[in-house]
Protein backbone atom coordinates (compact mmCIF):
# COMPACT_ATOMS: atom_id res chain seq x y z
CA UNK A 1 0.00 0.00 0.00
CA UNK A 2 3.34 2.27 -0.14
CA UNK A 3 3.16 3.62 -3.63
CA UNK A 4 4.46 7.01 -5.95
CA UNK A 5 3.18 7.62 -8.90
CA UNK A 6 4.96 10.33 -11.74
CA UNK A 7 3.13 12.74 -13.67
CA UNK A 8 3.74 16.03 -15.89
CA UNK A 9 6.38 14.61 -17.92
CA UNK A 10 5.97 15.52 -21.65
CA UNK A 11 7.82 17.16 -24.97
CA UNK A 12 9.27 20.59 -24.80
CA UNK A 13 11.29 22.86 -26.49
CA UNK A 14 14.69 24.04 -24.89
CA UNK A 15 13.91 26.72 -22.47
CA UNK A 16 10.45 25.77 -21.72
CA UNK A 17 9.46 24.50 -17.91
CA UNK A 18 7.48 21.56 -16.86
CA UNK A 19 6.03 20.52 -13.59
CA UNK A 20 6.08 17.20 -12.12
CA UNK A 21 4.27 15.70 -9.60
CA UNK A 22 4.84 12.86 -7.37
CA UNK A 23 1.67 11.49 -5.64
CA UNK A 24 1.98 9.30 -2.60
CA UNK A 25 0.01 6.86 -0.44
CA UNK A 26 0.12 4.61 2.18
CA UNK A 27 2.49 6.43 4.68
CA UNK A 28 2.48 10.00 5.87
CA UNK A 29 4.97 11.90 3.51
CA UNK A 30 6.28 14.80 5.99
CA UNK A 31 8.15 12.02 7.51
CA UNK A 32 10.10 11.05 4.88
CA UNK A 33 12.58 12.30 2.74
CA UNK A 34 11.62 12.17 -0.99
CA UNK A 35 14.25 12.11 -4.06
CA UNK A 36 13.71 12.60 -7.50
CA UNK A 37 16.39 10.99 -9.96
CA UNK A 38 16.60 10.66 -13.55
CA UNK A 39 17.76 8.15 -16.04
CA UNK A 40 19.14 8.98 -19.77
CA UNK A 41 19.33 6.04 -22.21
CA UNK A 42 22.37 3.69 -21.41
CA UNK A 43 23.18 5.99 -18.10
CA UNK A 44 23.00 5.47 -14.62
CA UNK A 45 20.16 6.85 -12.45
CA UNK A 46 21.24 10.21 -11.63
CA UNK A 47 20.43 12.07 -8.32
CA UNK A 48 18.30 15.29 -9.22
CA UNK A 49 17.02 16.57 -5.67
CA UNK A 50 16.11 15.17 -2.43
CA UNK A 51 13.93 17.24 0.13
CA UNK A 52 12.62 16.49 3.94
CA UNK A 53 10.11 18.52 5.88
CA UNK A 54 10.72 17.12 8.69
CA UNK A 55 14.39 18.05 8.28
CA UNK A 56 13.78 21.33 6.71
CA UNK A 57 15.60 20.84 4.17
CA UNK A 58 16.30 20.48 0.17
CA UNK A 59 19.23 20.02 -1.97
CA UNK A 60 19.92 19.41 -5.72
CA UNK A 61 22.66 18.57 -7.90
CA UNK A 62 24.61 21.36 -9.92
CA UNK A 63 23.22 20.35 -13.10
CA UNK A 64 20.32 21.68 -12.04
CA UNK A 65 20.80 24.17 -9.38
CA UNK A 66 19.10 27.36 -10.02
CA UNK A 67 16.09 25.78 -12.77
CA UNK A 68 14.86 23.17 -10.75
CA UNK A 69 13.18 23.52 -7.67
CA UNK A 70 10.99 20.55 -4.71
CA UNK A 71 7.82 21.85 -3.40
CA UNK A 72 5.53 19.58 -1.82
CA UNK A 73 1.73 20.06 -0.33
CA UNK A 74 1.51 17.16 2.53
CA UNK A 75 -1.89 17.80 2.35
CA UNK A 76 -2.50 16.12 -0.61
CA UNK A 77 0.49 13.83 -0.33
CA UNK A 78 1.95 15.29 -3.35
CA UNK A 79 5.81 16.56 -3.90
CA UNK A 80 6.50 18.72 -6.80
CA UNK A 81 9.47 19.24 -9.09
CA UNK A 82 9.72 22.50 -11.27
CA UNK A 83 11.70 22.50 -14.13
CA UNK A 84 12.27 26.07 -15.78
CA UNK A 85 15.23 26.52 -18.18
CA UNK A 86 14.88 22.96 -19.59
CA UNK A 87 17.97 21.58 -21.74
CA UNK A 88 18.29 18.85 -24.29
CA UNK A 89 20.34 16.94 -21.97
CA UNK A 90 17.49 17.11 -18.78
CA UNK A 91 15.82 14.48 -21.27
CA UNK A 92 15.31 11.29 -19.34
CA UNK A 93 12.97 9.17 -17.52
CA UNK A 94 12.54 10.64 -13.94
CA UNK A 95 11.45 9.12 -10.94
CA UNK A 96 10.52 9.59 -7.52
CA UNK A 97 11.73 7.62 -4.27
CA UNK A 98 10.78 7.69 -0.68
CA UNK A 99 12.99 6.29 2.19
CA UNK A 100 12.73 7.35 6.06
CA UNK A 101 15.77 8.96 7.28
CA UNK A 102 16.98 12.40 7.78
CA UNK A 103 20.07 13.35 4.82
CA UNK A 104 22.84 15.28 6.04
CA UNK A 105 24.83 17.41 3.03
CA UNK A 106 24.31 14.74 0.65
CA UNK A 107 21.63 13.46 -0.73
CA UNK A 108 20.90 9.38 -0.05
CA UNK A 109 21.99 7.27 -2.42
CA UNK A 110 19.41 5.06 -4.85
CA UNK A 111 20.19 2.24 -2.70
CA UNK A 112 18.87 4.19 0.70
CA UNK A 113 15.39 4.55 -0.98
CA UNK A 114 12.78 2.25 -0.05
CA UNK A 115 9.53 3.01 -2.80
CA UNK A 116 9.79 4.25 -5.94
CA UNK A 117 7.64 5.00 -8.79
CA UNK A 118 7.44 3.81 -12.40
CA UNK A 119 8.96 7.49 -13.72
CA UNK A 120 8.32 9.85 -16.10
CA UNK A 121 9.24 10.65 -19.77
CA UNK A 122 10.83 14.04 -19.94
CA UNK A 123 11.94 14.92 -23.55
CA UNK A 124 13.50 18.22 -24.50
CA UNK A 125 13.91 19.11 -27.99
CA UNK A 126 13.60 21.86 -30.53
Known amino acids: QLQLVESGGGLVQPGGSLRLSCTTS????????IGWFRQAPGKEREGVSC????????NYADSVKGRFTSSRDNAKNTVYLQMNNLKPEDTAVYYC???????????????????WGQGTQVTVSS
Open 97 to 115: AANRLLFGSNCPMVRDYDY
Open 26 to 33: GFTLNRYT
Open 51 to 58: SSSMGGRA
